[in-house]
């Protein structure tokens, strides 16, 4: 055998165990302790890749498999019964959608070998979702109710499921033996009062009815029971001496008349079309019926055909659930790569093995940033859990950890674009990684041409979308300077591009090459400097050079602009790639006008180091710094023979004392706004 093959199987084999030990683990908190710790949905996609894994790999399968069993091993201390007939769970059709219908109406004709023209009546049902009961009446009389247990021993809980006020204790001329099976249910309206109960006493809330339903049901004490106020609704049988039906649909019928509670959503159809027109019509009403339902369950009604067909392990071949499309599943990370949008943001996308969630099928879904990558404890090899609701985008709502491959990998964010190899870089306190390659960047470029062009940017009237990516595709534009070697003649030719409409765009771009210094910068695409980030950068340094030459501080004295923006900027302009795309603008042609700007200009509090104290009438201490730097000066925190003034309030301390011991002036917060709206300093 292969050295590669190899592995593969012992991975499988690793992973089976792993996915059955997963599931003896949920089968004892759903079972044994009402307390589940993962969705039914998760449960389920659990199982089934079990399932077709020990159905592909039959070597590796355990005789104990989860898949073999139903239910869990009796663990209270209630009394135990084996049950006269076992009982089993139903098949669960792995296909969601209606496709399911059709496979189970083909498997069941294929196994009874019908011919085209016979036809077969399904009886069409609720799958109720809480937990079965055998009631054992004799002579009419109920003597027994017991949980289905592992499927042939259950619990005796006679006296609790005799509290359920819906149920008849005695039944007029019922067979000798005659076992009732159906689903004990607790109503979403009582689950809700009983949880709201539970947290005014500070006791454990439940997962959900079904949970509640069986934690109720499963009581040493049926006083308890009795005040839960559960439901039962019948849908089988187990043991019965006389059977007064021959058919599914006429045994619910009878159990009916009988006084059993029998839903009235159930219907005997005979075509898959039929069966799908159901589970959709059902689907439409569930979230309106008083109770919690998990699918809906066919079945062949006839009871002789039923025989005909049999069990397979721990299933009847005659009837099926099918349940509706999870809006939850599990699958495993297959890798972990980076995207790089349209406006340089790098994302980590996660590239699943495909699953059918919500609705479709996903392969592959944002992690969104290294945060949330590190936050969910991401490896690539990881089982993850999947959501996906409606027409929401899918996401992962957490690992299981306990399914982590031997080899699982962790990832990391590279340094540099992945597309054009720029560095991307993350700021302190931001979550995002951008590339800094804005303007050459090949992700980047429809966006950064269509920018470039924008009415408040270059002001280039004839280029949008389609025009854009024509111009990318036909490398007539790489970096947005390449707009200004446009002609006519290259134009010409592209989708819905005539002479006259080439003549235009080549008539507005050359008019554009005249602009100012503000629109420029807007122009460049210099993350986050907007329209007014770029009139003050404009009009603090008056020209292009002082800005690329800038340093983080000097940055951080234009208005408006704090760390982050200012190291977008110096990011910006470090990147030489931006600085060829710039200089080529300019041997185009662009220019604008340039001056000093206001950067230089002497500010009112330039050289000058404040010490603030005590409370100000108005300003709080932020505040006051915030004003004090604007205007050029310097704030410190204590005083020294170099401090030029204390601005002092009210109730100040040592500082003020301080001061006064030293010699140093002392200002009050009129006198500070006096130094800068008239640039006098006060006389010391
Ligand atoms: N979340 C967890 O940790 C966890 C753990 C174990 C099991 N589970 C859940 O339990 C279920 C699997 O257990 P299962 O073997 O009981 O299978 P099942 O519940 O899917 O199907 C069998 C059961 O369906 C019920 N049922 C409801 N309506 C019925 C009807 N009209 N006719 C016949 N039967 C009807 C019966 O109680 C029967 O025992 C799955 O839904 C699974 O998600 C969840
Ligand atoms: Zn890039």
Not at 131 to 155: K, S
Not at 178 to 193: A, L, P, S, T, Y
Not at 236 to 265: C, H, R, W
Request: aromatic share 6%; charged share 25%.
């Amino acid at each position: 055998m292969e050295e590669q093959d190899k592995k593969k199987l012992e991975a499988v084999k690793l992973r089976m165990e792993k996915l059955a030990e997963e599931l003896e683990k949920h089968n004892k908190a759903y079972y044994i302790d009402n307390a589940p710790t993962v969705s039914d949905e998760i449960y389920d996609s659990l199982f089934q890749e079990l399932a077709r894994l020990e159905k592909e790999y039959p070597q590796f399968k355990s005789p104990v498999s989860p898949t073999e069993r139903v239910g869990a091993t009796v663990q209270s201390e209630l009394k135990k019964v084996t049950h006269a007939v076992p009982m089993l769970s139903i098949h669960t059709e792995t296909d969601y959608t209606a496709q399911g219908a059709y496979d189970f109406d083909a498997r069941v004709r294929r196994e009874l070998e019908l011919t085209p023209d016979q036809t077969i009546d399904y009886d069409c049902e609720l799958k109720f979702d809480g937990l079965a009961i055998n009631l054992r009446y004799e002579d009419g009389v109920l003597v027994q109710a017991a949980t289905r247990g592992d499927g042939y021993t259950g619990e005796d809980v006679t006296a609790n499921v005799k509290t359920i006020k819906t149920l008849p204790l005695k039944v007029d001329g019922f067979p000798k033996i005659f076992e009732v099976r159906g689903e004990v249910i607790m109503h979403k309206e009582v689950f809700r009062k009983l949880n709201e109960e539970q947290e005014a006493v500070g006791a454990k809330l439940f997962a959900n009815p079904r949970n509640a339903a069986a934690g109720s049901l499963r009581q040493l004490d049926s006083a308890l029971t009795a005040k839960r106020n559960l439901n039962f609704y019948a849908y089988g049988y187990g043991e019965v001496s006389e059977m007064p039906a021959d058919t599914q649909s006429g045994l619910l019928d009878y159990l009916k008349s009988k006084g059993f509670p029998v839903i009235s959503n159930r219907i005997v159809v005979q075509t898959p079309e039929q069966l799908e027109a159901f589970h959709l019509e059902v689907a439409r009403i569930r979230h309106d019926l008083p109770f919690d339902i998990d699918g809906v369950v066919y079945k062949v009604n006839s009871f002789a055909r039923q025989k005909q067909l049999g069990f397979v392990s721990r299933e009847p071949r005659w009837a099926v659930a099918h349940k509706y499309p999870p809006e939850e599943v599990q699958t495993q990370v297959l890798d972990i790569t980076v995207q790089v949008g349209r406006t340089g943001k790098l994302t980590p996308v996660a590239r699943l093995k495909p699953v059918f969630v919500g609705g479709t099928t996903i392969s592959n879904v944002s992690l969104h940033n290294e945060e949330f990558l590190q936050n969910m404890g991401i490896k690539i090899g990881d089982t993850v859990v999947v959501h996906r609701a409606g027409d929401v985008i899918p996401e992962i709502v957490r690992v299981i950890p306990e399914l982590r491959p031997k080899d699982a990998r962790d990832f990391v964010m590279p340094e540099f674009c992945p597309v054009c190899g720029s560095h991307a870089y993350k700021e302190d306190g931001e979550k995002d990684r951008h590339c800094s390659g804005g303007l050459f960047c090949r992700a980047q470029r429809a966006q950064s041409i269509l920018h470039f062009v924008s009415r408040k940017a270059m002001g280039i009237d004839g280029i949008g979308e389609k025009l854009a990516e024509q111009l990318i595709e036909h490398d007539l534009v790489t970096t947005v300077a390449d707009i200004y070697r446009l002609t006519v003649d290259k134009l010409v030719g592209l989708d819905r591009m005539g002479q006259k409409s080439a003549e235009k765009l080549v008539a507005s771009i050359e008019a554009s090459k005249k602009t100012t210094l503000e629109r420029f910068l807007y122009a460049i695409s210099i993350p986050e400097v907007g329209e007014a980030t770029a009139r003050n950068l404009a009009s603090h340094f008056g020209a292009l050079k002082p800005l690329e030459e800038a340093s983080l501080e000097q940055l951080q004295e234009v208005e408006d602009i704090g760390p982050s923006g200012a190291e977008n900027i110096l990011h910006f302009f470090a990147e030489p790639a931006n600085i060829a795309v710039i200089n080529d603008l300019m041997d185009r042609g662009v220019v604008w006008e340039e001056g000093t700007g206001t950067s230089g200009q002497e500010l009112p509090l330039n050289g000058l180091t404040f010490v603030l104290t005590g409370t100000l009438p108005t300003l709080s201490r932020d505040e006051a710094s915030d004003i004090i730097r604007k205007a050029g000066g310097k704030v410190s925190g204590s005083v020294s023979k170099k401090t030029s003034y204390v601005l002092a309030g009210e109730s100040a301390g040592s500082k003020l004392a301080k001061a006064e011991a030293l010699g140093v002036n002392i200002i009050d917060e009129p006198e500070l706004f006096k130094m800068i709206n008239q640039g006098v300093k006060a006389d010391g």
